[in-house]
Nanobody, 125 residues
Framework: QVQLVESGGGLVQAGGSLRLSCVGS????????MGWFRQAPGKEREFVAT????????FYTNSVKGRFTISRDNAKNTVYLQMNSLKPEDTAIYYC??????????????????WGQGTQVTVSS
């Protein structure tokens, strides 16, 4: 059984930065695609970014390119999401995901086996 625990969310002003962390436990995640989704109030869950097991391949949704950076530390079973130049439209609950057999380009929530509980990010204008 895999467990994912996010941290690092909070309230920040527009233009500010936050760094989210997600620690996995229960089995090694070093061979898994890991990533982040988000869900804003009244909206569907949305793909944000994924990273390959080695960290050498990364994929972002267009709206966060150039502002967000995903990274991982397999020794710590941890994936990070550095979020810079935050905008009010980035306000959402952010979820960490893992998929041992998935693709970097799996954009649908249904393609991910494991989810964290979510961490709230609120960006004020």
């Amino acid at each position: 059984q895999v467990q994912l625990v996010e941290s690092g969310g909070g309230l920040v002003q527009a233009g500010g930065s936050l760094r989210l962390s997600c620690v996995g436990s229960g089995r090694t995640l070093s061979s898994s695609i890991m990533g982040w989704f988000r869900q804003a109030p009244g909206k569907e869950r949305e793909f944000v970014a994924t990273i390959s097991w080695s960290g050498g391949r990364i994929f972002y949704t267009n709206s966060v390119k150039g502002r967000f950076t995903i990274s991982r530390d397999n020794a710590k079973n941890t994936v990070y999401l550095q979020m810079n130049s935050l905008k009010p439209e980035d306000t959402a609950i952010y979820y960490c995901v893992a998929n041992p057999a998935g693709s970097l380009y799996s954009l649908s929530p249904s393609e991910y086996n494991y989810w964290g509980q979510g961490t709230q990010v609120t960006v004020s204008s």
